[in-house]
């Protein structure tokens, strides 16, 4: 089989959110995987809703989750193309002009419903002769147009669901271009589709029986269909939709918070299928887990509490490698035991300089007398240097926590947080013995002092 060619194709009218990344990151993953091409196409040729403001946040979101396009299309720069097709279309009589109003269309299908009829396009546009036709156009009616579906039945195997029938007696014939001369999506996104040769279209079920009529439009124009699979959407924790306009789960707002993105992306790629989620510690190990036939059937409920415990799991088992470059941005150095004395203990990765910090920084501990005496008496048991982790293996820690016992007659907690807060000036961090050689000696031995330092 040659490599896939998939594509993500997002409108840029809003900011996107962790349902539109399950979507890119299918594609993406996908195409990672199977080493094929993922291309970013912009759907943008509704001119009013769509910003540029939000093309640039696609192209950071996509960059920030590691899955940048191998290629960036806009809808709105390929209007030739979508002429040519058209004009063709018209002449096979498979597009059709209509002058209905929306208040026309919409007082036809309230009818229709309270008839109990499905609110099905009634054709009526097919019906004009000649002779209504140019009288309308005469008065000045500008057409939109349609494409004119066969119904009948079509049917694909979805990679998702499995066998899929769509009777397309029971779509309306979709819009193909407005009476301004716009464009809607469904017929350009097939004619991009047949051009740009993609091999899968990978998307939410919102789109299935959009799918149906694009069958048949891949069909009218000589194309085979690609294959599909139709993930299941993503909903908020009541249940309600994800909306790009409203900005719910927006990824820039789940960047601005720290979240880690792989975590995000394990979360937007496993909730709502068979498999486990967990964190992950690369895409291609996210990309290794992807299984179109495990996916569920119905939505899936996304509780952003989540992003939290796996944030925490996978800063907890990042590796140095990973982290370096971002410690590096953060100024934070210390190499991988650094990293591995105070991972275990992040929440987020920022928090690696905050560590850093209070290894290299002055703090100012508040400790009350009978706690200092507790620091002076630790102080007076500390190892000579070198410090490392050996000198901090754990027998060594033992010894000296259990001299301070000895010395004070304390144990358990009211030892150990008066030594954490007159070593960090925090109440809770990684463990203590770790930090030390980072700390070093002379410090250490200070700040039991009561010195802030
Ligand atoms: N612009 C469409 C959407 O965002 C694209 C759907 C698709 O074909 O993937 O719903």
């Known amino acids: 089989m040659p490599p896939p060619i998939v594509r993500f194709a997002p ?24 080493g094929g091409t993922f291309i970013l196409r912009l759907d943008d040729t509704d001119r009013a809703r769509s910003e540029e403001r939000f093309v640039a946040a696609i192209g950071e979101d996509l960059a920030w ?8 299309e806009r809808q709105s720069a390929r209007t030739a193309l979508y002429d040519a097709a058209f004009d063709r279309l018209r002449a096979e009589g498979r597009i059709y002009a209509c002058f209905e109003t929306e208040e026309e269309l919409e007082f036809r299908r309230r009818r229709q419903l309270a008839a109990h009829q499905p609110p099905v396009y009634d054709r009526a546009a097919l019906k004009l002769t000649d002779a209504e036709r140019a009288k309308l156009e005469a008065e000045g009616k500008k057409p939109y147009f349609r494409f004119k579906l066969e119904r009948k039945k079509i049917a694909w195997d979805d990679l998702v669901r499995g066998h899929v029938e769509i009777d397309t007696a029971s779509l309306s014939d979709p819009v193909a ?9 469904s017929l350009t996104s097939v004619i991009d589709d047949i051009e740009m040769g993609v091999t899968h279209i990978i998307r939410g079920e919102d789109h299935l029986t959009n799918s149906a009529a694009q069958i048949e439009m891949f069909e ?64 291609d190990a996210l990309a290794s887990k992807i299984d179109f036939a495990r996916i569920s059937h119905g939505p899936a409920r996304f509780d952003p509490a989540d992003l939290e415990a796996l944030t925490a799991r ?39 300089a905050l560590w850093w910090r209070v290894a290299n920084e002055a703090i100012s501990p508040v400790l009350s007398p009978a706690d200092l ?25 033992d010894a000296f926590v ?5 010395a004070t ?45």
């Open 373 to 397: 005496e507790i620091c002076k008496s630790a102080a007076a048991a500390l190892p000579p240097e070198p410090w490392n982790e050996v000198t901090w293996e754990k027998a060594n820690w």
């Open 65 to 72: 989750l590691g899955i940048p396009p191998d290629r960036v």
């Open 314 to 352: 996978t800063l907890h088992a990042m590796a140095y490698d990973s982290a370096a470059p971002r410690l590096e941005k953060l100024g934070v150095g210390g190499g991988s035991s650094f990293w591995e004395a105070v991972r275990g203990n992040l929440s987020r990765f920022a928090e690696a």
């Open 177 to 185: 271009r407005r009476a301004d001369g716009t464009w809607l999506y």
């Open 11 to 34: 409108s840029p009218t809003g900011l996107l959110h962790v349902g539109n990344a399950r979507t890119a990151l299918l594609n993406a993953l996908y195409a990672r995987r199977e």
């Open 220 to 283: 009218s124009l000589g194309a085979k269909p690609p294959r599909f699979a139709h993930h299941n959407l993503l909903t908020l924790p009541g249940g309600e939709g994800m909306s790009k306009r409203l900005g719910h789960l927006s990824l820039q707002a789940l960047r601005a918070s720290g979240l880690e993105p792989l975590a995000v992306a394990s979360a937007a790629v496993l909730v709502g299928t068979a498999g486990a989620v967990e964190p992950v510690q690369s895409l």
């Open 402 to 406: 259990e001299a301070i016992k000895k």
């Open 409 to 453: 007659g304390k144990s358990g907690r009211a030892l150990f947080h008066p030594l954490r807060i007159a070593l960090t000036g925090e109440e809770r961090g990684p463990e203590l013995r770790a930090l030390l050689p980072f700390i070093g000696r002379t410090r250490t031995a200070a700040r039991l002092q009561g010195k802030k330092v």
